[in-house]
């Protein structure tokens, strides 16, 4: 039996249909990847999975006691407390006695003569070794050691991709029947990926993750869910295995589509002709005319290809950046020693490092948003900087995208020329709605 399983799944919110009359089953060790394009429904269907959105129809079936957990892409803010303490509410309720034992000997050991702290936490302890509580303790440290953190330490203090082990650990420990991941590796560095690819590989959990990494893709999946128009298609098979049959059945789709588009306009040629239509009193034909009209008009093409457009600004001087003997401590580790390099027109250059090693304050030094402790960063002559980063703090949640892209008005200037807003957004597949 499936771990769980799908029937005639249909689900949407207003618009086009997100799933329409899918069907999926999901068994153990099975590591799936789900693809689709930006805005398909990847996040809908992971949320069904959970509980968090009803589909409008469908049936489904799951194992007795049946348990999932998700690791989201972002990374919550100031999550208080030590890794031990946010992976045991990974254990729900049933470890609250642990979190306030932790709580109160933290508490106990700044102020280590309080005489009601010391009654609480012997109230505590007793109650742990009633209920058997320190096996809890036991089996929290055990996930805690499996990625590789240890568990006094604050979670707040951790690089991005410690945090996402953090995260995965606190997934885990309530021992799910199915894992869903959505872009797993958003945070971690290479070493992270590597490790959090033989981490699945290793084990028996079945794992649903969402990736645009291809490479990630290649070494962790053994089957791809591909979400398309509406449509949930399961190809049993590796990546590129995959990329190559979708590529097919794209390509026969698209000669059928023209084929009916063929017979379809030569359907309006004759219902044109009008009196020479009615005299044939074909009403059968005129009958399958209208059928085809509503099957175009209900077709959902494709989704195409952003138009990007890389072309800078004004043109500047050869030389962008130019960086001198640059220095960069924090908390009294250096983090950039005696950077010297320049960076031409044209340059094209990726920064690889460690979490926590430093590459967004190098960023923050080019951009000269930090100081240096010493050295210099020289700018070049007619310098325009475009800066995303990847936590998107430039936007207002709030606001639609055509309010973050032009705030003060429906006209943008892009190379030179003014253009309205909805057009310059279709070039990066945004509707208008």
């Not at 709030?398 to 279709?426: C, F, M």
Request: proline share 3%; with cysteine; aromatic share 6%.
């Amino acid at each position: 039996m499936a771990l769980i399983s799908y029937r005639n799944l249909t689900v949407s919110f207003g618009g086009p249909l997100l799933l329409d009359d899918a069907t999926l089953a999901i068994e153990k060790r099975e590591r799936i990847c789900l693809l689709g394009r930006n805005g398909e429904g990847k996040s809908t269907l992971l949320r069904v999975l959970t509980g968090q959105v009803t589909p409008d129809a469908g049936e489904f079936e799951k194992v007795p006691d049946f348990r999932v957990a998700k690791l989201d892409q972002e990374i919550p803010e100031d999550l208080p407390g030590t890794v031990l303490d946010l992976v045991a509410e990974g254990l729900g309720h049933e470890a609250d006695a642990l979190n306030n034992f932790n709580q109160v000997s933290r508490e106990l050991s700044e102020n280590p003569q309080d005489s009601v702290l010391v009654e609480k936490l012997d109230s505590l302890q007793e109650e742990l070794d009633r209920t058997g509580g320190w096996a809890l303790e036991h089996k929290v440290s055990g996930i805690i050691d499996r990625v590789g953190l240890r568990g006094e330490e604050l979670f707040n203090e951790l690089s991005g991709g410690n945090k996402s082990r953090a995260l995965l650990a606190r997934a885990l420990v309530a021992e799910p029947h199915l894992l869903l991941l959505d872009e797993p590796t958003n945070h971690l560095d290479v070493p992270g990926i590597r490790w959090l690819e033989d981490f699945f590989r290793k084990g028996d959990l079945a794992v649903l993750f969402v990736s645009h990494d291809r490479a990630f893709i290649r070494a962790v999946a053994n089957r791809i869910l591909d979400l398309d128009r509406g449509r949930l298609t399961s190809w049993t098979c590796d990546y590129d295995a995959h990329l190559q049959r979708k590529a097919a059945v794209i390509d026969a789709e698209l000669k059928q589509n023209a084929v009916f588009d063929k017979k379809l306009a030569e359907e309006e040629i004759w219902i044109r002709k009008g009196i020479q239509a009615r005299r044939t009193r074909n009403e059968g034909r005129v009958r399958a005319l209208f059928k085809m009209r509503e099957e175009r008009s209900s077709r959902r093409e494709q989704q195409g290809l952003a138009q990007l457009d890389a072309n800078g600004g004004q043109l500047s001087g050869r030389k962008v950046i130019t960086v001198h003997k640059l220095t960069y401590a924090w908390q009294d580790a250096p983090l950039v020693k005696d950077l010297t390099t320049t960076i031409w027109r044209g340059d094209k250059i990726g920064i690889v490092g460690l979490n926590g090693s430093g590459k967004t304050t190098l960023l923050h030094l080019l951009l000269k948003r930090l100081e240096p402790v010493s050295g210099t960063v020289k700018h070049g002559t007619k310098i325009e900087v475009a800066y995303f980063d990847q936590h998107r703090a430039q936007f207002d949640e709030n606001l639609t995208v055509a309010e973050n892209v032009s705030p003060h008005g429906d006209v943008v200037q892009v190379n030179g020329s003014n253009r309205h807003i909805l057009s310059y957004l279709k070039d990066f597949l945004f509707t208008p709605e």
